[in-house]
């Protein structure tokens, strides 16, 4: 557990926190051994985070894919629910990625916001779809989201915001808790450990949930494409790692650690039993339909 000072100390390595205070809470982990912050309801304040965010100019992409039948089974309540939550006072983008690009719902958009539809190729295995993402995301940093936006965020389609999912959230690199392992010990999380694949490692910091990161472009940008790096010389080899993109999220965020982590608050499984600790739930888990969404 960080004591107040430690996590004050903390945030003065960070320019956008310099001004503020962060509260501890004695509930709940709230920062890291590296002294990252670890964000939970009670320990910010909205205004001031907008304000300083709205100050700098702060500006952030979102991006999100709805390949094959998840668009019509998730992306119009994911858009809607995030037009509600979602960096309310900050310009945003979005980048919707689709293979149907005419079947993206149409989305009423105050001024400040936008959005942007791009076509991709659909991959015949799920898997495929979901790890080609680091590719498609390197792309369109490099020749888009770089020249308009200072923060990119990712996030899986197949969830709902239901509470605010603020400027709090920005950082220079983004992880977020996944709700089954933010309370269970190390030994149980479910990192790649077969040593064939680049997703390797035995033993890391904590377990984070690909369907949520973002950053700074340049610290995504060097994720996005360390993470495809990994993957691609995964294929090569002829292995695959345990939770496909997630497996090399977590090896890169080992590796390098990210500056602020996001409590499972920002990715809540509603069905998870253990809803004691979280005292708002500001993404959740849609229902998952693999049988019908992921067959051929
Ligand atoms: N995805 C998609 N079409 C597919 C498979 C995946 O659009 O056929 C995208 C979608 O954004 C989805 C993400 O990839 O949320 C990750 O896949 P999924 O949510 O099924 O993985 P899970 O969260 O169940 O591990
Ligand atoms: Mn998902």
Not at 50 to 59: I, M, Q
Not at 270 to 291: E, F, H, T
Request: charged content about 25%; proline content about 5%; overall charge neutral.
């Amino acid at each position: 557990r960080c004591s107040l000072k430690s996590a004050k100390e903390l945030i003065l390595d960070n320019s956008v926190d310099a001004s503020l205070d962060l509260v501890s809470r004695n509930d709940v982990q709230t920062c890291t051994y590296w002294r990252a912050p670890i964000i939970w309801e009670g320990m910010f304040d909205p205004e001031i985070y907008d304000e300083t965010h709205k100050k700098k100019g702060s500006s952030v992409a979102l991006v999100v894919f709805a390949v094959g039948r998840y668009l019509e089974a998730y992306l119009d309540t994911f858009l809607n629910s995030s037009e509600r939550y979602f960096m309310l006072d900050l310009p945003v983008t979005y980048y919707v990625f689709t293979d149907r690009p005419a079947k993206v719902p149409p989305l009423k958009l105050p001024p400040h916001r936008s959005m942007k539809v791009m076509r991709v190729e659909k991959h015949a295995r799920w898997q495929d779809v979901s790890m080609m993402r680091m590719k498609t995301i390197s792309d369109a940093i490099k020749t888009d989201i770089k020249h308009r936006c200072t923060y990119v965020f990712c996030f899986d389609v197949d969830q709902e915001f239901t509470g605010r999912f603020g400027s709090e959230a920005l950082g220079d690199s983004v992880a977020l808790l996944h709700t089954y392992y933010f309370d269970l010990p190390k030994m149980l999380y479910t990192y790649d450990h077969n040593p064939e694949s680049k997703a390797y490692m035995e033993t890391g910091d904590l377990y984070y949930h690909a369907a949520v990161f973002g950053g700074t472009w340049e610290s995504v940008k060097a994720l996005v494409d360390a993470c495809h790096q990994g993957i691609m010389e995964d294929k090569r080899n002829r292995v695959e790692a345990l939770w496909h993109d997630e497996s090399h999220l977590n090896k890169y965020l080992w590796i390098h650690k990210p500056s602020r982590v996001l409590s499972p608050e920002y990715c809540w499984d509603p069905l998870s039993g253990k809803n004691g600790v979280v005292r708002v739930q500001r993404l959740v888990w849609a229902p998952k339909q693999y049988k019908k969404l992921r067959a051929p």
